[in-house]
């Protein structure tokens, strides 16, 4: 009997987007989709099937924000706008932020929906273990976004119990925003690693929403989400984080990467890109984005520390993680 992929899996024959070269020999491959688009929402190239629905991960979030500030949400700074779009890291500066976040709207870190979890910044998980300090939901990366949604709720007049629920009234308005922005109905609901609503969307539709905010006259809720990460990238992600690194290489990009393989960019004037690597590892993401930024026009000098990643052999580099030749084409 012949194993492998069956004929009626809805998972597409991608192409390889990148490969992880060790000394000379090709050891792994990571297939998946790619797809730029310019800031009018037309698709410039596209690599494998990007309008099959993807689930986005945080790469929703920038648009996910946009529904809050139309709910009501108020930020009291940039800082709070971009940490309620980024996925932080649990640093001291982004537990204490959205702790007064919460603090702000009447509530605390036990309101939050999110589960308990380890900082993800290296030195803080390694002096949590040593300590035996236990998770908490102020550390899990997603807290921010949590805690702006219960802002919203807040400033909106809505419940704060059940505001994961789809029925929500606040997941309900998120739901409509990331249709309209990707140009699409959300295709799927499932639930995210963080308990809230995680919305299907194809990689055009994705990309789109994401274009749209840098794209949005100044003053509009869209071009508010996108100012407050690009002016305050350490609060979307964190120290030695590649979206922070990349927003702080290039003058006006806007990076915000999701679980499982995902990556989307934009930059104004030129448009936008967006990925998803099949098997869901972030190994490949960044040398794929970089690929997807050169036909935005970005200098290869500026993407270079993220265009190929080192792999270890010994003491030494041996080899390297690069773009496939189906995204340099």
């Known amino acids: 009997m012949q194993r492998g992929r069956s004929s009626t899996s809805p998972w597409p024959d991608n192409p390889v987007l990148v490969e992880v070269w060790r000394s000379g020999f090709l050891e792994s ?3 998946g989709s790619l797809v730029v688009v ?11 099937d990007v309008d099959r629905p993807v689930l986005p991960r945080s790469a929703n979030k920038p648009v996910q924000a946009t529904a809050l500030l139309a709910a009501g949400w108020t930020p009291r700074s940039g800082e709070e706008l971009a940490i309620g779009a980024g996925s932080h890291s649990g640093e001291d500066g982004h537990r204490e932020l959205v702790a007064g976040m919460l603090a702000a709207a009447g509530l605390s870190p036990d309101d939050l929906g999110c589960p308990p979890a380890l900082p993800l910044h290296d030195p803080d998980f390694a002096a949590w273990l040593a300590a035996g300090r236990a998770p908490e939901r102020l550390a899990m990366n997603c807290s921010g976004k949590h805690a702006a949604m219960l802002s919203a709720c807040v400033a909106a ?9 789809r029925e929500h009234p606040l997941q309900q308005a998120v739901e409509a925003r990331l249709g309209e922005a990707a140009g699409t109905p959300v295709a799927a609901v499932v639930v995210d690693g963080c ?54 290489a290039v003058d006006g990009l806007l990076v915000k990467g999701g679980a499982d393989g995902v990556h989307v960019a934009a930059l104004p004037g030129r448009g936008a890109v967006a990925l998803k690597l099949d098997d869901g590892g972030d190994r490949g993401r960044a040398p794929a984005l970089c690929a997807g930024l050169l036909r935005l026009g970005v200098p290869a000098e500026q ?12 003491a030494g580099v041996v080899g390297e993680v690069r773009a496939a030749a189906a995204l340099l084409r």
């Open 29 to 31: 491959v990571h297939r």
């Open 38 to 48: 310019g800031p009018d929402g037309a698709v410039l190239h596209a690599v494998g």
């Open 157 to 165: 007049g809505w419940p704060t119990d059940g505001y994961l629920e």
């Open 195 to 248: 308990g809230a609503p995680q919305h299907g969307l194809p990689l055009t539709g994705l990309a789109r929403g994401v274009s749209s905010l840098v794209e949005a006259a100044a003053g509009a809720h869209d071009r508010a989400v996108a100012d407050a990460m690009r002016a305050h990238p350490w609060f979307v992600a964190g120290t030695g984080r590649e979206d922070t690194d990349l927003m702080c």
């Open 303 to 314: 993407l270079s520390p993220w265009s190929l990643t080192p792999v270890s052999g010994g």
